[in-house]
């Protein structure tokens, strides 16, 4: 979905709207910077992706480290989701929605022995195991609380998705997941681990990965482990795909839903099992925006600058991974002159940066922009970075919005301190 043909966040009248109501009026009450997430956008593509798996059984888990303000997760949770997470706090926020914990997979290459007990107690449907100390650990926690616990292992096929290394997780240097000829073996003498039911295999090779290439490269190789161990007797019940389908932040030619299938399908068409995949980014980025205000325009030197109140604290991606995103104006403003500015937030870093050296319509004072596809890993990853509050999120459905978090006051800054 691009981010120019968007219909959850379009300009009427030269007015960003978000589906029915104009930007401009919810921060006129809410204030900025704010995040505004489109309901309508989360639940149309989760539906197109799930419609595109209706020719295999599967279970799609939402990866709630993307956005998991509640609302955003009970949106998808009534579209009937399940739910990747990747710690006590997100498993936390989930079941406080009173999920179903057989709707929950836990990931993560590092999760501590209370987590496994936690994951264990609430009977989550699956944990995910990364290495073989962990499947000790699990297999002991097991023990004691007299349980059998379900595991999936993930494995790193060492494939290279090709996008910023720092979200390149299926590469062999890379720290996630266990060597496919460890699984294997693993796997073959999985007798040893009697408190351990293995159900799956799973992978996750990385995030905004924009073409199919690396997953084909990476479903291949997981099901053609899944296939031998089929043939040693060993019949896992489900394979996990992960995430990391990417998205449009500029004007990248994206796959869809469909092409992604259609490129996958050859290799899991035959494995008689259960298809999971966790999408987050996907479903949650062009569903959202951080707006902010124009404090002030200069120029240092020869070099404009756009000085907002939205920072990198609030949107961390510029920053740390030189992500681009759109930044359009809340009110279209026709014949103005055209600059090529950084847009800075007020953060003492040069690295507070929502763009640099882009072309932009010259703001004035008081006007909002909006940094477009700012809804996923957006305010999961803010801070309170130079004693900055976190921004309010609205959420819009179709000509009505709700405040969904408050923007945080000056006691909640304090609130945990002791003094
Ligand atoms: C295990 C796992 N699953 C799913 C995801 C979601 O990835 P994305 O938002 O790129 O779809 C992540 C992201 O880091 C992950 O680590």
Do not use: W
């Not at 896992?236 to 992604?260: M, P």
């Amino acid at each position: 979905m691009d981010v120019f043909d968007s219909k959850y966040f379009l300009y009427q009248n030269n007015q960003l709207y978000c589906e029915k109501i104009p930007v401009k009026e919810i921060l006129e009450e809410v204030g900025t910077p704010a995040y505004i997430y489109s309901k309508k956008f989360f639940i149309d593509t989760y539906k197109e992706f799930d419609s595109s798996l209706i020719n295999f059984s599967h279970k799609i888990f939402y990866a709630v480290k993307a956005n998991f303000n509640l609302s955003v997760i009970k949106t998808f949770s009534d579209l009937g989701s399940g739910f990747d997470v990747n710690s006590e706090g997100e498993l936390y926020r989930v079941m406080k929605l009173g999920i179903d914990s057989s709707k929950i997979i836990f990931s993560g290459v590092g999760k501590t022995a209370n987590e496994i007990k936690i994951a264990l107690e609430n009977d989550l449907l699956l944990i995910k195991a990364e290495s073989q100390e962990e499947l000790i650990t699990i297999d002991s926690i097991a023990k004691n609380l007299n349980k059998k616990a379900k595991v999936a292992i993930r494995v790193n096929p060492d494939v290279d998705p090709k996008t910023h290394p720092y979200i390149s997780t299926g590469l062999a240097e890379n720290k996630f997941g266990i060597d496919m000829a460890e699984a294997k073996e693993i796997f073959l003498n999985s007798g040893i681990y009697k408190n351990i039911e293995f159900t799956g295999l799973d992978m996750h090779i990385g995030s905004q990965i924009i073409t199919v290439d690396p997953f084909v490269s990476a479903v291949e190789k997981v099901s053609d482990l899944f296939q031998k161990l089929k043939l040693e007797g060993i019949h896992l019940k489900h394979l996990d795909l992960g995430g990391g389908i990417g998205v449009v932040y500029n004007h990248e030619k994206i796959f869809s839903a469909d092409e992604y299938v259609g490129a996958i399908s050859p290799y899991i068409r035959n494995l008689d099992c259960e298809i999971f995949i966790e999408p987050g980014r996907y479903f949650t980025a062009n569903g959202g925006i951080l707006a902010g205000k124009v404090l002030y325009s200069k120029k240092n030197h020869d070099k404009n600058f756009i000085i907002v109140d939205a920072a990198m604290n609030d949107l961390l991606r510029p920053s740390i991974y030189g992500s681009y995103h759109q930044i359009l104006p809340v009110e279209m403003k026709l014949n103005r002159e055209k600059i090529l500015a950084d847009i800075v937030g007020p953060v003492c870093e040069s690295g507070d940066f929502l763009a640099k050296n882009r072309a932009i319509i010259k703001p004035e004072q008081g006007e909002y922009l909006a940094v477009m596809s700012s809804g996923s890993y957006g305010m999961t990853m803010a801070s309170n970075y130079n004693a900055r509050r976190r921004p309010p999120e609205i959420l819009v459905d179709g000509d009505s919005f709700r405040i969904v978090r408050n923007r945080e006051t000056f006691e909640h800054l304090l609130y945990d301190e002791i003094f």
